[in-house]
């Protein structure tokens, strides 16, 4: 596929040369009909906004990207709300990259936190302290089957990190399979389970990692069905089986299995890892029945399943608690970040008392996993889910959501694609529908600008950065649904002209 591609700077930070945005008077207008909150920020008294632009330059890693061509300076944060330093409000769609789950210093998680700080911040698991008993009980009681035994760490790359050396210690195998546009981290590790080029640096990583073709209904070799209640433009080229399995999920495993046969030594599997949805790909879903042949034919070889459960987990899909869970499949090792903490750093591995057990042949140790802060959030965090149902709001108004964004796709002929499943959606910004060709980076960089001229703030994914990410903290309301599609209305029927 031929395009204007995007680095992962260019993705980013578009400071560098001005992208069109959205009429000033327009956008006014617009931002004027953001649902009400009677939250008001505290003033703001730090650095300068030039002062701040300039340590940014000098004194972080330039590696630091910043989103929009005129960053934003964030200064305060209430449930689905941002707020920059002048006061002004957004409306927060993508939750600090999935990781606000019930809402930007959400009063319950807050006074958990602060609660456990009087009391004790740190001693390391060396010594018994309540909460992270407490906690891991709790945790587990939320997955099925045998997955009872919890590592805690601090981000979705340790997450990753430790599964894969789990894997590879329990079945004394090396080789590991992940898809192809999935991100599983970028530590150097897991750089190799990341297939994404635009992730990737020229040292040596990936040793002993294979990358299967990736299972896509919209860009895929074969289409597919997905479970969503929008389907893909492609969904023709396949057909629903008897049990609700599409024609082309059994194409994709046949790739898979090609994988396994020619470049995995035979019998010498130790990992299939997988995302449910896949997140910095672009929201991407696999054909109904993909998951549950994979996990089969991997098992087969005698490898673990592993699944990702990052940006998935904790309710945010509806229907089910956990993504996979919506696949019909247990997995042997499942990770977990982000939403577990409501932006705490806190991740997590969760496994089978038979696989935990070839952890205890050497010392492994985290100095800051499951330490009383984060055990105290993670365990406030599952209160709340349950006090809040976010869930459930999930599950009700993702459909809403996605209803709502599939007539911006009949209506807007940049909009190529849109899908997902409770409150993790996503679309395409295309060039031509039927090609599926991404749009060029000014083009897309004006759509994002806008609706962040509006007040709405979205994110970025996809190889070439054509896909918008809509993954908000799961406490928004109908209002901000509607809200947001006038946006989109406003910002794409500018842009369409």
Same mark, same amino acid.
């Given at each position: ?13 578009? =400071? ?14 617009? =931002? =004027? *009909? ?19 632009? /300039? ?62 700080? /009087? ?47 789990? $894997? ?149 899909? *509806? ?27 806190? =991740? ?62 009949? /209506? ?37 600008? *806008? ?8 994110? /970025? ?25 006038? $946006? ?10």
């Amino acid at each position: 596929m031929q395009c204007a591609r995007l680095t992962r700077h260019s993705l980013c930070n578009g =400071a560098k040369r001005s992208m069109g945005s959205l009429a000033e008077g327009t956008a006014a207008r617009v =931002a =004027a *009909g953001m649902p009400s909150c009677d939250y008001k920020p505290s003033p703001y008294k730090g650095l300068s906004y030039d002062e701040m632009r /300039r340590v940014r330059r000098d004194n972080l890693s330039p590696s630091l990207s910043t989103y929009y061509s005129e960053p934003l300076l964030i200064h305060e944060g209430h449930m689905q709300w941002l707020f920059d330093h002048t006061g002004r409000r957004f409306l927060d769609l993508f939750g600090g990259i999935v990781t606000v789950s019930l809402g930007h210093c959400h009063p319950k998680v807050r006074e958990a936190a602060e609660e456990q700080m /009087r009391k004790l911040w740190h001693t390391t698991n060396i010594y018994m302290h309540p909460k992270i008993h407490e906690y891991a009980e709790r945790l587990t009681q939320t997955l099925p089957g045998d997955l009872k035994v919890v590592y805690f760490v601090n981000s979705g790359s340790e997450a990753n990190d430790l599964a894969m050396m789990m $894997a590879r210690l329990y079945t004394q195998a090396f080789d590991i399979v992940a898809l192809r546009n999935a991100y599983h981290g970028a530590s150097p590790y897991t750089a190799g389970l990341t297939a994404h080029s635009t992730w990737k640096f020229p040292y040596a990583n990936g040793f002993g990692i294979h990358n299967a073709a990736n299972p896509d209904p919209y860009l895929g070799l074969w289409g597919g069905h997905r479970d969503s209640v929008v389907q893909s433009v492609r969904a023709g080229e396949s057909q629903l089986l008897e049990g609700g399995e599409c024609s082309s999920a059994q194409k994709y495993v046949d790739q898979l299995e090609e994988v396994l046969t020619y470049s995995i030594p035979r019998g010498r599997l130790a990992a299939f890892f997988a995302e449910s949805i896949q997140g910095v790909g672009g929201t991407v879903q696999y054909p109904l029945g993909y998951l549950k042949k994979a996990f089969e034919l991997v098992r087969k070889h005698g490898g673990l399943c592993v699944s990702d459960e990052v940006q998935t987990g904790f309710g945010r899909t *509806g229907d089910h608690f956990w993504g996979f869970e919506c696949h019909g499949v247990v997995p042997d090792i499942v990770t977990m970040a982000k939403g577990i903490g409501n932006g705490f750093p806190l =991740a997590a591995v969760v496994t089978t008392p038979t696989v935990a057990s070839t952890m205890s042949k050497a010392l492994h140790f985290n100095t800051y996993g499951g330490n009383p802060i984060a055990s105290a959030v993670g365990i406030s965090v599952l209160d709340t889910m349950d006090e809040d149902q976010t869930q459930r709001n999930c599950r009700e108004l993702g459909p809403y959501f996605l209803s709502r964004l599939a007539a911006l796709r009949a /209506r807007y002929p940049i909009i190529g694609d849109v899908r997902g499943k409770g409150l993790m959606l996503g679309g395409d910004i295309v060039e031509d529908k039927d090609t599926r060709k991404p749009h060029h980076a000014e083009r897309i960089m004006e759509v994002w600008n *806008g609706l962040k001229d509006c007040g709405v703030l979205v994110g /970025r994914g996809g190889h070439y950065g054509q896909v918008l990410r809509i993954k908000p903290p799961m406490c928004i309301t109908k209002e901000d649904i509607d809200f947001t599609i006038e $946006a989109f209305q406003e910002v794409l029927g500018q842009v369409c002209e």
